[in-house]
């Protein structure tokens, strides 16, 4: 990221928007449809992020506090503050053993005969500053077939639990998959990491940018760099 900020005379900071969309050095960030909402900067949410400058490639980090399926807590071990990664690199969201386990037990009780819930449950990451990382349907579920979807979350591999940022190892990796037509906005000047949510809801994906005119907004002009 420096040194792509360094040669290209950008601001250090990086958007993805997956599966379509990687910027750097900012926004504007001009939506197509709807027309509404030329410019998701303005509804971004914020949260404080960190990187590991001892280990090469160790990524992205920002603290949870706790998950809650369907807005009911997730009882997980005396973890303190939850370290969450964020990784396109991993296809599906990664969680250590003791988080795992009683988070899918949490799923299962939701979805058991006979409650008969029809809607896929909600997943919100609180993170420590107030803000919350909200996962629907369209992140935590995988389409294999017309009839069938399978749950996008899987058990860290034991050789992977506690590796990574010294003692302070992620106990969550969020992966591609739901980060997929998320607006994420990694801000290094800044040290915090903007994120939109499932796009889903705006009635618009990631597909919908248009990065060869100008962003303005009944309220305010933005101005960047993207290459």
């Given at each position: 990221m420096a040194e792509v900020a360094a040669t290209q005379n950008v601001a250090r900071k990086f958007a993805l928007?997956?599966?379509?969309?990687?910027?750097?050095?900012?926004?504007?960030?001009?939506?197509i449809f709807p027309y509404y909402r030329p410019d998701i900067m303005q509804i971004l949410s914020y949260t404080a992020l960190r990187r590991s400058p001892e280990i090469a490639g160790a990524g992205y980090y920002i603290t949870a506090k706790s998950i809650e399926v369907n807005h009911k807590e997730v009882p997980l071990p005396n973890h303190g503050s939850l370290v969450?990664?964020?990784?396109?690199?991993v296809p599906y969201t990664e969680l250590c053993p003791d988080v795992y386990q009683p988070f899918v037990k949490a799923w299962d009780e939701?979805?058991?005969w006979p409650k008969k819930q029809h809607a896929v449950p909600g997943i919100n990451i609180n993170l420590e500053d107030g803000e919350v990382?909200?996962?629907?349907?369209?992140?935590?579920?995988?389409?294999?077939?017309?009839?069938?979807?399978?749950?996008?979350?899987?058990?860290?591999?034991?050789?992977?639990?506690?590796v990574g940022h010294g003692?302070?190892?992620?106990?969550?990796?969020?992966?591609?998959?739901?980060?997929?037509?998320?607006?994420v906005v990694f801000d290094e000047e800044k040290q915090q990491l903007g994120f939109s949510g499932?796009?889903?809801g705006l009635q618009t994906t990631c597909n919908n940018f248009n990065?060869?005119?100008?962003?303005?907004?009944?309220?305010?002009?933005?101005?960047?760099?993207a290459s």
């Open positions: 928007c997956l599966p379509s969309v990687a910027v750097f050095g900012g926004g504007p960030f001009v939506l969450v990664q964020l990784s396109s690199m939701i979805l058991a990382w909200e996962i629907f349907g369209g992140n935590s579920m995988v389409k294999v077939d017309d009839n069938t979807a399978c749950f996008a979350f899987v058990e860290m591999k034991p050789e992977k639990v506690g003692g302070d190892a992620p106990a969550v990796v969020i992966g591609g998959h739901q980060m997929e037509h998320n607006l499932l796009l889903f990065f060869t005119v100008a962003a303005y907004s009944s309220s305010a002009q933005y101005s960047g760099a």
